[in-house]
């Protein structure tokens, strides 16, 4: 009772921002006759630069969501941190770091020569890619994001991603927010997940965790399990509106 008529509604788009599966999910429950298209892209792409239909028979939680490959003019690139190479001579499931090329990426950063210099490289053959930072896998001509490069660490000599353990998660039903930081004491890196509750608060907590843990152990390798978990009422904020891992890192020293 007094919601809004949205049976009309045929057509939604989500872009920008990663989407998270478990909200794919939820979109296309709660919109079963309309068409769900998810869009990728930074800023500096010019909003999007590629995109996906998305059907409720390809989401799965325990993966990431598809956005798809680039749009018509734009070229995707994937970089190893040393060469560039066209998306589709790199191995399906090997994670780099996504670069497009095209007419609709950004030209430079006002008055900032230096960062311009740092998230540009020149193609081989001419033009220039952008750097995303995002870490992806391809399978087919598709996509599929896996975190940000400066979100991965070196744990026991094992290179670990954190958007990639959040992902994971993520995918539990009970779970409302979840961060996992990197946490170092004494020179030893351990991972901590942070993690909020859709109801039930505090007194949820232990059941949520040990839901968290399982999911750990069926789908992450052993060196990409938390070492402890923790809940949070709420969680830190920087002053773009995303989880703070820098104060969430101060706030496992303290505990």
């Not at 892209?41 to 998305?54: D, I, K, L, S």
């Not at 734009?74 to 499931?93: F, S």
């Not at 094992?158 to 998660?169: A, D, F, K, P, T």
Request: hydrophobic letters at 35%.
């Amino acid at each position: 009772q007094g919601r809004a008529d949205l049976s009309s509604v045929h057509t939604i788009i989500t872009t920008a921002s990663y989407c998270p599966p478990k909200v794919a999910q939820g979109l296309l429950a709660a919109f079963p006759g309309a068409r769900l298209f998810n869009c990728y892209g930074p800023t500096e792409t010019t909003v999007y630069c590629c995109w996906t239909q998305v059907r409720a028979e390809n989401v799965d939680l325990a993966r990431p969501l598809s956005f798809g490959y680039p749009l018509p003019g734009l070229i995707a690139w994937l970089y190893d941190g040393k060469e560039l190479r066209p998306a589709g001579e790199v191995p399906e499931g090997q994670e780099q770091e996504l670069c497009m090329q095209g007419a609709q990426i950004f030209r430079e950063y006002l008055n900032a020569p230096e960062l311009t210099a740092q998230k540009v490289l020149p193609c081989p053959g001419g033009g220039r890619a952008y750097r995303t930072g995002d870490l992806v896998t391809r399978q087919g001509r598709e996509f599929y994001y896996f975190g940000r490069t400066d979100d991965t660490i070196k744990v026991a000599g094992h290179r670990v991603n954190l958007g990639e353990i959040e992902l994971c998660l993520g995918a539990c039903e009970s779970v409302g927010a979840v961060c996992v930081a990197d946490v170092s004491v004494r020179e030893q890196v351990s991972l901590h997940a942070f993690f909020g509750v859709k109801s039930g608060g505090g007194e949820c907590a232990p059941a949520v965790e040990e839901e968290l843990r399982a999911l750990c152990h069926k789908h992450l390798p052993y060196y990409m399990h938390p070492k402890k978990f923790h809940f949070l009422e709420s969680f830190p904020l920087s002053i773009a509106g995303k989880i703070d891992r820098r104060k969430l890192r101060e706030i496992a020293g303290e505990l």
